[in-house]
């Protein structure tokens, strides 16, 4: 790491694990930088760009709503039970998420930047980033949160578990891991730790 280079953070988990609470915490307690992969994931496909006309090309306009933006649930529909559909359309996404990633880092001037990237992982992204926090929950916890926050049923809230990789993985490759399995007082105490523990090495 260069000397004027900042500590880079890479904060992900399984789909529904609690990673938006702990990157919201970190901006507003803590005013560091956020590094939001699923912002620039949506701006991939936004009206206008290329990546949403490759999409319509691919799958016709059906895949497009009636104002010409994205058709999520569509898209969800198809890469969710397609695995060379869903490679293609990551193939898409990645390098994009990858380069505004680039980006916004070479432009920060900060001591400690967040990037929050739930296929950290997947993505092959993990060399972006100086420290891996993994947010974890039990099993039982993530289907049920996931069901809540997306009204799906328990077959299809898993399917959408099942899609990413297993959080134990993650969890073995953490160097932090935060527990959200009790409460949220007791998940940022954990952020507060963390942050603690960077800030007495440096």
Known sequence: MAANSPLKIG??????????TVSRYLA????????????????????GSRG????AERYGRDILLPDGTLNRAGLGKIIFNDIEEKRWVEGLIHPF???????????????????AIPLL???????LVDRVWVVSCSPQQQLKRLMARDRLSPQQAQARIDNQMPLEQKIALADRVLDNSSTVPALLEQVDRALQFIHNEQ
Do not use: C, H
Not at 11 to 20: E, P, R
Not at 103 to 112: C, K
């Open 28 to 47: 507003e307690a803590y005013q560091l930088p956020i590094l939001d992969a699923d912002v620039y994931a949506r701006e991939a496909v936004q009206f």
């Open 52 to 55: 949403l006309q490759a999409i």
């Open 121 to 127: 992982f997947e993505a092959k992204m993990t060399d």
């Open 97 to 115: 998420v990858r380069d505004r990633a680039l980006t916004e880092l070479e432009r920060l001037d900060a001591t400690i930047v967040v990037l």
């Open 11 to 20: 904060l992900t988990g399984g789909i529904s694990t609690g990673k938006t």
